[in-house]
């Protein structure tokens, strides 16, 4: 069970034990403990993402303890990799944080292009693509280096490792049916 938010979660999961207890009698004994357990797997995207991606950390190259950076700690690196390439102390004012991370937030869930990214939302950045580019490689290298993922990384590695069959078709095995809550609001 897929969903966006916590809150959005927590009431699905509810309501999916309760409906389970209803159908099953009021105890979850016996058989119908595995579905309490499949429960389990009933989240948001990003928590989902999560646990599958350290589930599979070592084939995917990454370190299964690895750090998940929320937006303001994700914002905060941006920063950190914005100031010590000097853009912070253009003469003419180079996109704050925020802004930055918005960009590359976009970039990645849309699938643009920057260029497209730049013309379409945040015209008044495309002065900058040269030099947001240089930005995001290294923001980048500088997650891979310090093995953390942000949550736009969670989707999509977790997307990459579907595209492989051989995953996509073990991942696939544990479930029989995937429900994604607020589909049409999904991004590609």
């Not at 058989?31 to 995207?45: D, V």
């Not at 490792?161 to 429900?179: I, N």
Request: proline letters at 2%; one cysteine or more; hydrophobic letters at 35%.
């Amino acid at each position: 069970l897929l969903t966006f938010t916590r809150r959005a979660a927590n009431e699905m999961r509810r309501r999916a034990r309760d409906i389970i207890k209803e159908a099953l009698g009021e105890t979850l004994g016996g058989s119908s403990q595995t579905l309490a357990q499949r429960l389990q797997w009933a989240g948001t995207f990003h928590s989902i993402g999560n646990r599958l991606l350290r589930h599979y950390a070592k084939h995917l190259n990454l370190d299964p303890a690895f750090s998940v950076l929320d937006r303001g700690d994700s914002a905060d690196l941006l920063d950190s990799v914005r100031e010590q390439l000097g853009f912070a102390e253009k003469t003419q004012r180079f996109p704050r944080k925020d802004v930055c991370l918005a960009i590359y937030s976009h970039r990645v869930n849309s699938q643009c292009s920057l260029k497209d990214t730049l013309e379409q939302h945040f015209p008044w950045c495309q002065q900058w693509a040269d030099d947001l580019t240089k930005l995001f490689r290294t923001y980048v290298e500088r997650k891979q280096q310090l093995s953390l993922l942000d949550f736009d990384d969670l989707l999509l590695f977790w997307h990459g490792m579907m595209q492989d069959p051989r995953f996509a078709q073990h991942v696939g095995r544990h479930f029989d049916h995937v429900l994604v809550d607020e589909y049409q609001d999904t991004n590609r």
